[in-house]
């Protein structure tokens, strides 16, 4: 592989890391914001059902018989709220918890308005209606608690998988520009090593198989070149040679001839 193509390569898989935890912060990024608008409901909710816990000891302890009046607005107005918010609850909880906060808001109001048309006192009544309003107020602050925990959990999961991302970005970063200096630092030390050779006459050529990049060619060339100088420095040698010997026979023939 050619060294521009390993530059492109890791080059490409350095983008493709970078976009991938990209897309896994953004996703995470997007499930906190989730959650976190969840729990922003959420305490809303608690706070509405406390207040109609409120009212219910209100109505139970001191006779206010515009307790259950007041119970029954705040019902309605929470039914507003989780209809106006269902597509975030469904997101951040699921169905199955929404449809048991409903269940439970559900039975929180029968009570209320069976309370209401016996004004009804009795212990009987007042234990169903605390307890339905103890199960509402419960599963709510328990949705709640649970959806922070997994806010935490998911920073602190995000913050680990970012780090490590990075230093595995950096790793391979170093490992893969080492490769590439490595490779090309062997390669010009053979470039440097044979034109040094040839300057001095020497043209050996390097034995090692090139590589397949734009340093094996430069190799091959410098090789290539060798051998057409050795091929060349014989012919010179050899023309050398024999005009030694036409020098060396024109001279044995004139001492010949002058005694002829």
Known sequence: MKIEHKIYLSNAV???????????????????????????????????????????????????????????????????????????????????????????????????????????????MQKQLREAGQNLKTFSENITALENDRIGAIIERSKNILLYSFWAVVLFAVLFSNLIVRNIGHSLRKVVELTRSISKGNFQKIEEKPSRDEMGAVISAINSMAEELRKREKEIVQSKRLASIGVLVAGVAHELNNPL
């Open 14 to 124: 350095h983008i493709l890391l970078i976009v991938l935890i990209g897309i896994f912060a953004l996703q995470n990024l997007n499930e906190i914001l989730t959650k976190f608008r969840f729990t922003v409901i959420a305490e809303g909710l608690n706070t509405t059902f406390l207040e109609m816990r409120l009212a219910e000891k209100n109505y139970f302890l001191y006779g206010d018989n515009d307790a259950l009046a007041n119970i029954h607005g705040r019902i309605d107005q929470t039914t507003d709220t989780l209809r106006q918010v269902q597509p975030e609850i469904l997101r951040a909880v699921g169905a199955e918890k929404y449809s048991k906060l409903q269940g439970y808001l559900n039975d929180y109001a029968k009570l209320v308005e069976a309370t209401a048309r016996n004004n009804s006192r009795n212990p009987a």
